[in-house]
Protein backbone atom coordinates (compact mmCIF):
# COMPACT_ATOMS: atom_id res chain seq x y z
CA UNK A 1 0.00 0.00 0.00
CA UNK A 2 0.65 3.60 -0.43
CA UNK A 3 -0.58 6.43 1.02
CA UNK A 4 -0.20 9.97 -0.70
CA UNK A 5 -1.14 12.96 1.01
CA UNK A 6 -1.08 16.29 -1.12
CA UNK A 7 -0.93 19.95 0.30
CA UNK A 8 -0.80 23.46 -0.94
CA UNK A 9 -3.81 23.49 -2.85
CA UNK A 10 -5.63 27.22 -1.77
CA UNK A 11 -7.23 30.56 -3.74
CA UNK A 12 -4.96 32.28 -6.55
CA UNK A 13 -5.77 35.32 -8.57
CA UNK A 14 -5.18 35.11 -11.89
CA UNK A 15 -1.34 35.06 -13.27
CA UNK A 16 -0.47 33.92 -9.94
CA UNK A 17 1.41 30.67 -8.94
CA UNK A 18 0.95 27.59 -6.19
CA UNK A 19 2.75 25.18 -5.61
CA UNK A 20 1.51 21.91 -5.01
CA UNK A 21 3.07 19.18 -3.02
CA UNK A 22 2.25 14.86 -2.73
CA UNK A 23 4.14 13.00 0.21
CA UNK A 24 4.45 9.17 -0.39
CA UNK A 25 4.37 6.90 2.77
CA UNK A 26 7.08 4.73 0.46
CA UNK A 27 10.12 5.60 -1.20
CA UNK A 28 9.50 7.33 -4.33
CA UNK A 29 12.49 5.67 -6.18
CA UNK A 30 10.89 2.25 -6.20
CA UNK A 31 7.97 3.74 -7.96
CA UNK A 32 6.96 3.87 -11.62
CA UNK A 33 6.34 7.36 -11.28
CA UNK A 34 4.60 10.24 -9.59
CA UNK A 35 1.67 12.14 -11.33
CA UNK A 36 -0.34 15.03 -10.83
CA UNK A 37 -4.34 14.45 -12.19
CA UNK A 38 -6.95 17.20 -11.97
CA UNK A 39 -10.96 17.17 -12.07
CA UNK A 40 -12.28 20.41 -13.55
CA UNK A 41 -15.68 21.60 -13.08
CA UNK A 42 -16.32 20.85 -16.94
CA UNK A 43 -13.96 17.77 -17.45
CA UNK A 44 -13.31 14.04 -16.33
CA UNK A 45 -10.37 14.05 -14.73
CA UNK A 46 -7.17 14.76 -16.83
CA UNK A 47 -3.30 13.96 -16.78
CA UNK A 48 -1.87 17.19 -15.77
CA UNK A 49 1.92 16.00 -15.73
CA UNK A 50 4.34 13.06 -14.52
CA UNK A 51 7.82 12.46 -13.18
CA UNK A 52 9.48 8.80 -14.12
CA UNK A 53 11.58 7.04 -11.37
CA UNK A 54 14.09 8.34 -13.61
CA UNK A 55 13.35 12.14 -13.62
CA UNK A 56 11.55 11.69 -17.32
CA UNK A 57 9.07 14.50 -17.56
CA UNK A 58 5.67 14.49 -19.65
CA UNK A 59 3.28 17.26 -19.47
CA UNK A 60 0.05 17.79 -21.34
CA UNK A 61 -0.46 20.21 -23.25
CA UNK A 62 -1.96 23.01 -21.27
CA UNK A 63 0.22 22.73 -18.56
CA UNK A 64 3.44 22.93 -20.89
CA UNK A 65 5.44 26.03 -20.16
CA UNK A 66 3.26 27.08 -17.12
CA UNK A 67 3.58 24.02 -14.88
CA UNK A 68 6.89 22.23 -13.56
CA UNK A 69 6.86 18.63 -12.23
CA UNK A 70 9.39 17.59 -9.79
CA UNK A 71 10.59 15.44 -7.03
CA UNK A 72 12.88 15.35 -3.67
CA UNK A 73 13.57 11.41 -3.15
CA UNK A 74 15.30 12.45 0.10
CA UNK A 75 11.61 13.65 1.14
CA UNK A 76 9.58 10.98 -1.07
CA UNK A 77 7.90 14.04 -1.88
CA UNK A 78 7.05 14.96 -5.79
CA UNK A 79 5.98 18.90 -6.82
CA UNK A 80 4.09 21.03 -9.21
CA UNK A 81 4.75 24.33 -9.62
CA UNK A 82 1.77 26.11 -11.22
CA UNK A 83 2.43 29.35 -12.51
CA UNK A 84 0.49 31.93 -14.84
CA UNK A 85 -2.86 30.50 -13.63
CA UNK A 86 -5.74 30.64 -15.04
CA UNK A 87 -9.50 30.70 -13.78
CA UNK A 88 -9.50 27.26 -16.07
CA UNK A 89 -7.22 25.90 -14.02
CA UNK A 90 -9.67 25.90 -11.28
CA UNK A 91 -10.51 22.23 -9.50
CA UNK A 92 -8.94 19.25 -7.55
CA UNK A 93 -5.57 18.21 -8.27
CA UNK A 94 -5.00 14.70 -7.03
CA UNK A 95 -1.68 13.10 -6.94
CA UNK A 96 -1.42 9.34 -8.69
CA UNK A 97 1.58 6.68 -8.50
CA UNK A 98 2.00 3.01 -9.52
CA UNK A 99 4.26 0.77 -7.56
CA UNK A 100 6.19 -2.13 -9.22
CA UNK A 101 2.94 -4.67 -9.13
CA UNK A 102 1.07 -2.10 -11.16
CA UNK A 103 -1.45 -1.12 -8.57
CA UNK A 104 -2.51 2.23 -8.70
CA UNK A 105 -2.68 4.85 -5.93
CA UNK A 106 -4.72 7.91 -5.35
CA UNK A 107 -4.25 10.89 -2.99
CA UNK A 108 -7.46 12.16 -2.14
CA UNK A 109 -6.73 15.70 -3.66
CA UNK A 110 -6.45 19.20 -3.57
CA UNK A 111 -8.69 21.84 -4.48
CA UNK A 112 -7.13 24.82 -6.26
CA UNK A 113 -8.80 27.47 -6.98
CA UNK A 114 -8.14 30.79 -9.37
CA UNK A 115 -9.78 33.46 -8.89
CA UNK A 116 -10.56 36.01 -12.29
Known amino acids: QVQLVESGGGLAQTGGSLRLSCASSRSINILNHMGWYRQTPRDQRELVAY???????MYSEFAKGRFVVSRDSAKNTAYLQMNSLEPEDTGTYYC??????????WGKGTLVTVAS
Open 96 to 105: NTRDQSGRDF
Open 51 to 57: ITSAGRT
